[in-house]
């Protein structure tokens, strides 16, 4: 079982786009799910985390510029990412915890240039 991540690509600094993170029908989206995001020769960074409840958590490098949401009706969470730096270039991937243990996505790319 793999989520399946969409949404990155290239956007100039000061810019924003929109990820979204699909999770497979047969799990539900209720669990504490989130974002990691990773650079070549740098560990995975943790960036934001939406519980069960709802309730959001994000890390300082990104608080007040990403939104994460959940949409349960299409099982869907998405990261709004707001006026981009250059620090937010990677690959971004979804997480979700399940009772069995964390499942990810597969990554989207995020390139930041202008």
């Known amino acids: 079982v793999q989520l399946v991540e969409s949404g990155g690509g290239l956007v100039q600094p000061g810019g924003s786009l929109r990820l979204s993170c699909v999770v497979p029908g047969s799990i539900s989206s209720s669990n504490n799910m989130g974002w990691y995001r990773q650079v070549p020769g740098k560990q995975r960074e943790w960036v934001a985390t939406?519980?069960?409840?709802?309730?959001?958590v994000y890390a300082d490098s990104v608080k007040g510029r990403f939104t994460l949401s959940r949409e349960n009706v299409k099982n869907t969470v998405h990261l709004q990412m707001n006026n981009v730096i250059s620090e937010d270039a990677g690959v971004y991937y979804c997480?979700?915890?399940?009772?069995?243990?964390?499942?990810w996505g597969q990554g989207t790319q995020v390139t930041v240039s202008s």
């Open positions: 939406i519980l069960g409840r709802g309730t959001t």
């Open positions: 997480y979700l915890d399940h009772i069995m243990g964390r499942i």
